[in-house]
């Protein structure tokens, strides 16, 4: 059982925007601003997208984007494209030199 | 741009030392700004951070609960890489092991390949 709680799937047309979200506590989500997501496509190694909740690596669309309120965090992806249906995953730092995952949320694109 | 090379068994028999390693180009192992990490995948446990090891005028280490008493991280300067050894292995650790780089404001930036680990005798 995952530290951080996603739904196990999401879906949306292209061109669309969904949100997933990625509910922790006080201790991990709620506590730091070091919540970061992945991107997965199969049989691929994870990808990050996004870092310290609402910042994006160079190369990442501005189509993907964080936010946090309280002990949830979310990632939304504006304007869907085919390439963006893949596994996505959360990731909070949950302090003493502990990080915590998600388990993960399936994206279809329609 | 820093790229990781991971190498290492596929299969490790029960109660034995699971050794994986991960070669660093682009970074280097001993860089006062980077950290060097074990992140595992399996269907039961999904993804799991297992460690890290990184270098502030001397060498740090920190471990998941989970595997505490069973893992060691070690850097090797000489070759610019950083391993894994995972001891008394049950087939709850099979699962696909990932290196990554990265530190606590910048999320895992860069991963390596992957390798599948089977527990098996």
């Known amino acids: 059982q995952s530290a951080l709680t996603q739904p196990p799937s999401a879906s949306g047309s292209p061109g669309q925007s969904v949100t997933i979200s990625c509910t922790g506590t006080?201790?991990?989500?709620?506590?730091?601003?070091?919540v970061s997501w992945y991107q997965q496509h199969p049989g691929k190694a994870p990808k990050l997208m996004i870092y310290?909740?609402?910042k994006r690596p160079s190369g990442v669309p501005d189509r993907f984007s964080g936010s946090k309120s309280g002990n949830t965090a979310s990632l939304t992806v504006s304007g869907l494209q085919a390439e963006d249906e893949a596994d996505y995953y959360c990731?909070?730092?949950?302090?003493?030199?502990?990080?915590?995952f998600g388990g993960g949320t399936k994206l279809t694109v329609l | 741009q820093v790229e990781l090379q991971q190498s290492g068994p596929g299969l490790v028999k029960p109660s034995q030392t699971l050794s994986l390693t991960c070669a660093i180009s682009?970074?280097?192992?001993?860089?006062?700004?980077?950290?060097w990490n074990w992140i595992r995948q399996s269907p039961s446990r999904g993804l799991e951070w297992l460690g890290r090891?990184?270098?502030?005028?001397?060498?740090?280490?920190d471990y998941a609960v989970s595997v505490k008493s069973r893992i060691t991280i070690n850097s090797d300067t000489s070759k610019n890489q950083f391993s894994l050894q995972l001891n008394s292995v049950t087939p709850e650790d099979t699962a696909v092991y990932y290196c990554?780089?990265?530190?606590?404001?910048?999320?895992?930036?860069?991963w390596g390949q992957g390798t599948l680990v089977t527990v098996s005798s």
């Open positions: 990554a780089s990265g530190v606590l404001a910048t999320g895992y930036t860069t």
């Open positions: 682009g970074d280097s192992v001993s860089s006062n700004s980077g950290a």
């Open positions: 090891t990184y270098y502030r005028s001397k060498w740090y280490n």
């Open positions: 006080s201790s991990d989500v709620g506590g730091y601003n070091h």
């Open positions: 310290a909740v609402t």
């Open positions: 990731n909070s730092f949950a302090g003493n030199n502990n990080w915590v």
